[in-house]
């Protein structure tokens, strides 16, 4: 599908060009392959010479630039003449600081897909006035982990001012994660938060477990509480009194296993056979709603995820500007279906 045939999300710009840093790493390179799928010119970055290369080689039209997060001067320069930058270099406890900043100095827009809690935490506390002073939007966490979660709960809210609880249930057939999840994890050290009356509290040690009754094909899947980004994104705007994410416990053994391999291509776009399930209830008294997502390789879906968001930033089709989150800038039911069916499987109804 070429940028026109998205109608309304396609950009209202001359500059096409978009700094991918990262560029050459899983998500990175399905972030490069949608950019160029919606016509846009991706400016492929990051900090190894060897690995950029690989990847120019496989693009030689494409620009190269090498940047280091050490060194502010070839971030500036990684992002010069570009509209936007996407950072698909983690962990973001490491790289979102500085890539913003070098953003805000070029006033282009920043996106990222970061699931650490505190890396997006840091980014609504500490980046908030410089992003609106620059007159940009910076949208972390705009991926499977984060963002889709966010949409999908602001999407089952459908107008309501406030809920009592919101519950987010993720469910995966398997989980092989890349060489980026698992030096995330080894990084990500801080404890992990959730939403308790109303204030983020951390989260109970030994995480709570329950059941979650999905839909076919999964249906009932025994849960551990794993709150992950979604909780600083809807936290920031929606008003809930209890906010709680929970994971079928499969996936995780997988994920903790260190002999679990990589993910391995298993179609022409490069996903891998892994199916997700995610869904959001939100009650309020009650009454409750739920919006479902599901579709294959959490690690792909990003890609539409977060060059959708861009797209619409950079049309000027974001309500906000400054830190935001998916569903407060966008109309969430909207965002999601542009996505389907081709990347996701959607049902938001009341239960």
Known sequence: MTAAAHGAGAPVTANRAVTVFGAYGHTGRFVVAELLR????????????DKLAALGAEHPTLEL????ID???????????????????GPFLDTATPVIEAALRARVHYLD????????????????PAARNAGVAVLPGMAFYGGLADLLATAAMDGWPQADAIDIGVALDSWH??????????????????????????????APTRDWNFPAPFDTQPMVALPLSETITISRHLRVRELHSYMNLAPLQE?????TPAPVASDAQGR????????????????????????RDI????????????????????????????????DARDFLATLAPEHLQLDCVDV
């Not at 919606?38 to 010479?49: E, F």
């Not at 060194?71 to 270099?89: E, F, K, T």
Request: proline residues 6%; contains cysteine; aromatic residues 4%.
């Open 38 to 49: 919606r016509g846009w010119t991706p400016i492929l970055s990051g900090r190894d010479p």
């Open 65 to 68: 630039r090498i940047a280091s």
């Open 71 to 89: 060194d502010a001067a070839s971030l500036d320069r990684a992002l010069d003449g570009a509209v936007a930058v996407i950072n698909c270099a």
């Open 113 to 128: 897909p970061a699931a650490e809690q505190r890396a997006v935490l840091d980014v609504f506390e500490q980046q908030t």
């Open 177 to 206: 994660p890349t060489a980026g999840t698992r030096l995330t994890g080894q990084r990500n050290h801080y404890r992990r938060l959730v939403v308790s009356d109303g204030k983020l509290e951390p989260l109970a040690d030994p």
């Open 255 to 259: 994920l903790r296993n260190p002999d």
């Open 272 to 295: 891998s056979a892994q199916r997700f399930m995610m869904e959001a209830v939100v009650r309020n008294g009650t009454e409750l709603r739920s919006a479902v997502a599901s579709g």
């Open 299 to 330: 690690y792909a879906v990003t890609a539409p995820l977060i060059v959708e968001a861009m797209e619409r930033i950079v049309a000027g089709r974001a309500h906000l500007s400054g830190v935001i989150t998916a569903g407060a800038a966008f």
